[in-house]
């Protein structure tokens, strides 16, 4: 039982290019999330999937795109790296929303140049 | 809009001394509190969420809705709490983190 994996663990992108970042989960949760976790703001909420087959924009969305590909699978997907989107990614998933908690996975580190 | 203030970025005290957290929120309906920790090399995890009302690996958090804070609170701080702690506040399904605190325990 794996719990949240992440694929890659770090990545370096040029400015303009794309990429997607990988997460499943084998905890037959509902929901999924994508945050970012910058120096001195803590996480902050990019998109989120409330279950399958749905998704929805969180604190900062843009930029990015996500694809709830099944229950167990969302991607984030970078469009055209910029510098400001240089930062540790983290996936969670739960089993449902609310008061339920989060389990994280162990972060993508990105730098864009 | 809802929001969560963390005022401590470093908290540094000794071993076995108390150790206080501070977290003050904003929200306009009933919060959903929690601590979440991420040591050394590890994943972000829940310590503990306001609900249960347990107290996990000696740490307690009360929600004084009055003056709108959850502070963690333990009275004798160990070296492997040396961790960065967030508070979050839970809205629906979306979970609004603290820019987080750091803490040192020094032997």
């Known amino acids: 039982n794996a719990g949240v994996t992440q694929t890659p663990k770090f990545q370096v992108l040029k400015t303009g290019q794309s990429m997607t970042l990988q997460c499943a989960q084998d905890m037959n949760h509902n929901s999924m999330y994508w945050y970012r976790q910058d120096p001195g703001m803590g996480l902050r909420l990019i998109y989120y999937?409330?279950?399958?087959?749905?998704?929805d924009k969180g604190e900062v969305p843009n930029g990015y795109n996500v694809s709830r590909l099944n229950k167990r699978e969302f991607s984030l997907r970078l469009e055209s790296a910029a510098p400001s989107q240089t930062s540790v990614y983290f996936c969670?998933?739960?089993?449902?929303?609310?008061?339920?908690?989060?389990?994280f996975g162990p972060g993508t580190r990105l730098t864009v140049l | 809009a809802q929001r969560v203030t963390q005022p401590e970025k470093l908290l540094s005290v000794f071993k076995g001394a108390p150790v206080e957290l501070k977290c003050n929120y904003s929200y306009s309906g009933s919060p959903e509190l929690f601590w979440y920790v991420q040591y050394s090399r590890q994943r972000l995890q829940l310590l503990l969420r306001?609900?249960s009302r347990e107290s996990i690996k000696g740490f307690t958090a009360d929600l004084n809705k009055g003056e709108t804070s959850f502070h963690l609170k333990k009275p004798f701080a160990q070296e492997e709490d040396s961790a960065m702690y967030y508070c979050?506040?839970?809205?629906?399904?979306?979970?609004?983190f603290g820019a987080g605190t750091t803490v040192t325990v020094r032997a």
């Open positions: 999937s409330a279950s399958e087959g749905t998704t």
């Open positions: 306001h609900i």
């Open positions: 979050a506040l839970s809205n629906d399904y979306k979970l609004s």
């Open positions: 969670a998933s739960s089993v449902a929303g609310g008061p339920n908690e989060q389990f």
